[in-house]
């Protein structure tokens, strides 16, 4: 089976106001393949490089070092129109839905947007049937939707209309920005298994970013876990979320009623008590070690590797170094397909 997105090693730095630079999204390593069960959450508290992640994977930010592949193809050496397929074909759908509209538009408007920008209908007609099915794919009525101002619609409705756009577009892939932190708790359900059904459907990848640990087991096949810009731990969702092994993950883990899932929704920002921080101490080493109640002397002063404990499942944790390692070439699949 072919890989989709290939991460090699991906590292991305901002110059910092008033000096020096920030690493958002440090040496990064992974693969996703396309098809069903290809439900990704990368999970991690805000400011731990989950948007800038999913800039890197749409081609919208270049990394400072690493490669990005889409289907084989590194993005640094694609053509105009190949950039242009791999905009289509990633679509994002991002927190706030409401900066996606044009107050003074209906909302009809950026269905038609989408379609004329991406050349996908022939005739008027062939549009307005690609529209009907989008709608219907979502759940929207077009009698509620068509023909309205984007004030005119509940949150619900205008994120759901931001899925049926991206529909539109077959994309191979859905970039799932914090699509429901913005709407409140019962539409959130719909809405995720609306990303669910498809995955399940169409087999439709979705990478799905989110601070909060409930949602991402409910309906994620496999999960990243970030922190300061490393991804600390990866695999599937129940080896990562039922038997963690970084100190990180099992601090967040630790901190959910796991049996409870459906009842609680565990913010990642508010999991990991702040007194935790050990020492102010810079680390050259691990990100994590000022806050890791298992810190060896080591971690302080040496980056770990990316580990391999289980089938499926990666760790960059020194505890793990007697494991087989993810070498600096090979991208072994971590992540469970079913
Ligand atoms: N365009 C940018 N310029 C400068 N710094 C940035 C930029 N984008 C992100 N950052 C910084 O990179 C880090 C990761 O940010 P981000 O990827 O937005 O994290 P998250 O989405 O997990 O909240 C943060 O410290 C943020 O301030
Ligand atoms: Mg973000």
Not at 27 to 40: E, I
Not at 54 to 70: C, D, K, W
Not at 89 to 109: K, L, M, S, T, W
Not at 176 to 200: C, F, G, H, Y
Request: include cysteine.
């Amino acid at each position: 089976m072919t890989h989709i997105l290939e991460l090699n090693h991906v590292t991305k730095t901002f110059k910092r106001r008033g000096g020096g630079q920030v690493i958002a999204v440090d040496n990064v390593t992974f693969t996703l393949r396309q098809g069903q069960s290809t439900m990704v959450a990368v999970a991690g508290e805000s400011g731990s490089g989950k948007s800038t992640l999913a800039l890197l994977l749409m081609g919208q930010h270049e990394p400072t070092s690493g490669t990005v592949r889409y289907l084989g193809k590194d993005l640094a050496a694609m053509t105009k129109e190949e950039k242009a397929q791999l905009r289509r074909e990633i679509q994002p759908i991002f927190q706030d839905p409401y900066g996606a509209y044009n107050p003074f538009y209906r909302v009809d408007h950026v269905l038609q947007m989408a379609i004329s920008h991406y050349n996908l209908a022939q005739s008027e007609p062939e549009a307005d049937d690609l529209i009907k099915e989008s709608l219907d794919l979502v759940g929207l009525r077009l009698d509620e939707t068509l023909g309205r101002y984007p004030f005119e619609l509940s949150g619900g409705q205008r994120q759901r209309l931001m899925v049926a756009r991206a529909l539109i577009c077959k994309p191979k892939i859905i970039m799932a920005d914090e699509p429901v932190s913005m709407v409140d708790a019962s539409l959130r359900a719909t809405i995720l298994s609306s990303l669910q059904s498809l995955n399940r459907r169409f087999g439709i990848s979705v990478v799905y970013i989110t601070h909060d640990l409930t949602t991402a087991y409910q309906i994620c096949d496999n999960i990243l876990i970030m922190y300061s810009g490393s991804v600390v731990e990866a695999g599937s969702v129940e080896q990562v979320i039922r038997h963690p092994k970084h100190p990180y993950t099992q601090l967040l883990i630790s901190s959910i009623p796991l049996p409870d899932t459906t009842q609680r929704w565990v913010n990642l920002e508010d999991s990991v008590d702040p007194t935790l921080i050990l020492s102010e101490r810079e680390t050259t080493g691990c990100r994590f070690a000022p806050r890791c109640p298992r810190a060896l002397e080591k971690c302080w002063s040496t980056m770990p590797g990316i580990y391999l404990p289980d089938d499926h499942r990666s760790v960059s944790c020194f505890f793990y170094d007697d494991q087989p390692t993810l070498g600096s070439t090979d991208l072994a699949d971590v992540f469970e397909y079913r």
